[in-house]
């Protein structure tokens, strides 16, 4: 049987910045009907810092279900990947956005794409 993960799935993975060695926390971004869906994903990536030259919006908890991030964390527009799903790391907690989680990412990256 295929597996893929649901468009809004927060899940851990292989850090696709390069920036550190543990797994990061990324969401999903692709549909069901995307290509290749069963073998790889297009994630955003998540901070837990809020420095940067670019803006940053901060996820609130309550846009979360399943999983319960320990730190404040904050989507990365321009952090979008397209990552093998064997880079997830199936053995840490997982969850997903609520609706309003979900329209909060998307907003943050039609305001990095239409300033």
């Known amino acids: 049987m295929s597996y893929y993960y649901p468009q809004g799935s927060l899940v851990f993975a292989r850090d696709p910045t390069g920036a550190h060695s543990n797994p990061r926390p990324v969401i999903v971004l692709s549909t ?4 290749y ?3 790889e994903a297009t994630v955003v990536c998540l901070s837990t810092q809020n420095e940067y030259t670019h803006p940053v919006t901060r996820l609130p908890h309550e846009y979360i279900d399943g999983v319960e991030l320990r730190k404040a964390s904050y989507v990365m527009p321009w952090a979008m990947y397209t990552i093998p799903l064997s880079s997830v790391r199936d053995d ?7 609706d309003d989680g ?3 990412v998307a907003d943050a990256i ?3 794409v239409r300033p």
């Open 32 to 35: 069901v009907d995307r290509p």
């Open 92 to 98: 840490l907690p997982a969850g997903e956005l609520t």
């Open 102 to 104: 979900l329209e909060l």
């Open 110 to 112: 039609d305001e990095m």
């Open 37 to 39: 869906v069963e073998q």
